[in-house]
C-alpha cells in the first residue's frame, strides 16, 4: 500500500509541474512587432538575443532586409552546389591560358 501511495503522490506532483503559470502582463517595446509578419502564436515576436528589444523601427527593417537578402543568397549557393554535384559544368575557359571550367 506504501508503493501505491508513493506513486499516487508523484503523479499528483508530476502533473502539478505542468500546470500553466499565472504571469502578469508587461508592456514592453517587443508588443511593437508582435503585429508583424511573422509573428505567430503561441511565441509571438521571438527575438532571443534582443537584436530589437529597444523597438527601432528602423533597425528591425534592416534586420528583415539583411535576412531576406542572406537567405536568397544562401538558396542560390545550394542551387549551385548541387548543380556542381549533379556534374554540370559550364562551357568554356576560365582564364586566358586555357584552363577549363571542367578541368577544375
Do not use: W
Not at 47 to 56: F, H, I, M, R, S
Not at 71 to 100: D, F, H, K
Amino acid at each position: 500500500i506504501k508503493m501505491k501511495s508513493a506513486i499516487l503522490v508523484s503523479l499528483i506532483a508530476s502533473a502539478a509541474a505542468f500546470a500553466p503559470a499565472n504571469q502578469a502582463s508587461t508592456s514592453t517595446a517587443l508588443k511593437a512587432f508582435e503585429n508583424e509578419l511573422g509573428a505567430q502564436p503561441p511565441l509571438g515576436f521571438f527575438d532571443p538575443l534582443n537584436l530589437v528589444a529597444d523597438g527601432d523601427e528602423e533597425k528591425f527593417a534592416r534586420l528583415r532586409y539583411v535576412e531576406l537578402k542572406h537567405g536568397r543568397i544562401c538558396m542560390l549557393a545550394t542551387a549551385g552546389y548541387l548543380v556542381q554535384e549533379a556534374g554540370i559544368r559550364l562551357p568554356g575557359a576560365i582564364n586566358y591560358s586555357g584552363l577549363g571550367f571542367a578541368d577544375v
